[in-house]
């Protein structure tokens, strides 16, 4: 039996023996490649490759024919997307040793029982030393390959899963994972986030797309193989621009508890990258943790679920969080996800500031009790000390240190971006947002927090291309359409701005007094001001700031400011950015604005 081609093969003459290429080995030396990007390009792009199905584990072959059109496909689509051709001859890569690329050292095998779940945990972290070590040299040196020296960003793309059993699928998204954020540490690299790498998995993309799409100069793919009580990773440094290797590498090891060579593996970093990372990052980069992998398991899917800014999702998040600390409760990490999703509750969910205050702050400090050099916890507790108890100069200070530890922390620079945007510094906001979507472009809340900080400035049509990005990634976040709404009653577009509240109430289901203040508001700016006023007296509106912003439009002061220290006492989250809010400049003359401020700590405007 026969596997039949893949479609990108149905193009020129029908094949014949005469152009037949009967393995791996010949298909890849007929592409000018090595095996391993060819059966990349198999998984990731639809290389035509046929399968004898007559034994266990098949043969494969292939047409030169079909081959030379699947490579005329590819060249047109990456021409059309703006990339350099996408068939690029590799030049051989030197030797390692010959290079002056010193071997990582040889280590001994450990015998305890690949079942045991710390041998799990362990073969990752210490598979992941390895990777870093020899990455890190690559990208820091650049010796063999003049376009190594040029690398300043990398993706590190969903590992495979070639495991037989599917109760190892968890060995590729740890990798994938741990390699991350490991890497994610030095500061002469940017790293994108996992999330925005995330979205390529399982999709036929060029290289050279993901490389445009996530403005990187290189990335690590490849595949994780159990077998028999061993692990094997296949790892390849790709140039993504061209699709170019830098290097490809193997690692094959006992699935055992590899703890004892933490201080090879460091021994092998130190050396390689030495001179580009300080004493503070080798540390972090060689340490093994002794976590419970289910509880890791457990946190990563409530990262997952916690991002995706729905609240429904951010229920889910919480749970997995506490699965997590239940399993290990010296774990540091589910504790700050518990902080980043009780303070989102509050700020971007049903519940009020004084509701999620206490938990949000409680599990800030149980992670900073356990890891004091944790970016996520740090960011975490940053929020409560700014959002909650207003103290914006300690905020500031902590948040710099989360900076400090991870520059690549999306957690980090989205939070110092909300702080320093309540604060009124928006160019400073902007370029921390700015980090945060060079992190991970493919986040729909970073784009619309983008888009919001950009409506501040008064930079509209910037804001709404931001927040039309991020209906794109997220169509069912109705805040988006909500904040597009705002951006359009500021730019005179009425009809346009009753639109998008309208949209966002459908995508949340939610009564129109929800967004009753933001429709009171634009019919004012309208000139429907009988509208706005019978609007405001039904709905009987929660939302003190956004009631301010209505009386503010009709001109009636004296109960704006009644509002606004209602809200106040009441610690009403609206609050957080009244600063910049231009529905309240028109507040900004009269002294009872300096005194609100004052409430707040956030001194005059």
């Not at 990490?333 to 999620?356: D, F, I, N, T």
């Not at 149980?366 to 507790?381: C, F, G, I, K, Y």
């Not at 009425?494 to 639109?499: F, M, S």
């Amino acid at each position: 039996m026969t596997q039949e081609p893949s479609p990108a093969a149905s193009n020129g003459p029908a094949p014949g023996a005469s152009d037949r290429l009967d393995s791996w080995k010949e298909v890849a030396a007929y592409l000018k490649r090595d095996v391993t990007t060819a059966q990349r390009w198999e998984r990731r792009e639809g290389l035509p490759i046929r399968r004898h199905l007559h034994d266990k584990q098949g043969s494969v072959y292939a047409f030169q024919s079909e081959l030379d059109a699947w490579q005329r496909a590819r060249t047109l689509q990456s021409e059309q997307s703006g990339g350099p051709p996408a068939r690029v001859v590799e030049p051989p890569r030197p030797d390692p040793e010959s290079a002056g690329v010193p071997a990582i050292p040889a280590v001994d095998r450990l015998t305890v029982s690949p079942r045991q779940w710390l041998g799990r945990l362990s073969v990752v972290a210490v598979l992941v030393g390895l990777l870093v070590a020899s990455v890190s040299f690559g990208v820091a040196r650049g010796r063999g390959s003049s376009t190594a020296s040029r690398i300043t960003s990398l993706v590190v793309l969903p590992l495979d899963d070639l495991s037989a059993d599917p109760a190892h699928a968890y060995l590729a998204a740890g990798l994938t994972e741990e390699l991350t954020a490991r890497l994610a540490q030095l500061r002469s690299l940017r790293v994108v986030s996992r999330t925005s790498a995330m979205a390529f998995e399982g999709r036929r993309v060029a290289l050279p797309t993901i490389g445009q799409e996530l403005q990187v100069d290189a990335a690590l793919a490849g595949s994780v193989r159990y077998q028999d009580g061993r692990v094997k990773v296949s790892i390849q440094l790709l140039h993504a621009p061209t699709d170019t290797h830098l290097w490809t590498r193997d690692f094959e090891r006992e699935a055992a508890d590899l703890l004892q060579l933490q201080s090879d593996v460091a021994a092998a970093v130190a050396n390689e990258v030495r001179v580009q990372i300080t004493p503070e990052e080798l540390a972090r980069l060689t340490s093994v943790p002794a976590v419970n992998p289910k509880a890791h398991e457990e946190y990563l899917l409530g990262r997952y679920l916690l991002w995706k800014f729905i609240e429904e999702d951010r229920l889910r998040a919480i749970e997995h969080f506490h699965r997590a600390i239940s399993l290990a409760p010296e774990y540091a990490a589910p504790y700050a996800g518990l902080a980043h999703a009780w303070w989102m509750r509050g700020v971007l969910g049903p519940l009020s500031l004084k509701e999620v205050a206490s938990p949000a702050r409680d599990a800030a400090l149980q992670a900073l009790a356990r890891d004091d050099r944790l970016a996520e916890a740090h960011a975490a507790h940053a929020y409560v000390q700014g959002m909650f108890d207003w103290d914006w100069g300690g905020a500031e200070a902590t948040i710099e240190r989360a900076v400090e530890l991870e520059p690549n922390s999306v957690d980090a620079r989205y939070v110092y971006a909300l702080l320093l945007m309540a604060m009124g510094r928006l160019p400073e906001a902007i370029s921390q947002i700015e980090r945060a979507a060079s992190v991970d472009p493919l986040s729909a809340q970073v784009q619309s927090t983008f888009g919001r900080i950009l409506y501040r400035a008064g930079r509209l049509d910037e804001a709404v291309a931001r927040l039309n990005r991020a209906v794109e990634l997220e169509p069912r976040n109705s805040g988006t359409y909500s904040r597009l709404g705002d951006v359009y009653d500021q730019m005179g577009r009425g009809d346009e701005a009753l639109r998008m509240f309208e949209k966002a109430r459908s995508v949340s289901q939610r009564p129109i007094a929800a967004y009753g203040a933001q429709v009171a508001r634009t019919y004012a700016r309208m000139g429907r001001t009988q509208d706005a006023r019978e609007l405001l007296a039904n709905l009987q509106l929660r939302d003190g700031v956004g009631t301010a912003a209505v009386h503010t439009a009709l001109g009636d002061l004296d109960a704006a400011f009644a509002a606004l220290f209602r809200a106040v006492e009441a610690r009403d989250e609206g609050l957080l950015f009244i600063k910049s809010e231009p529905n309240l400049k028109g507040l900004h003359a009269d002294p009872r604005w300096a005194g609100l401020l004052q409430r707040m700590r956030l001194g005059n405007s």
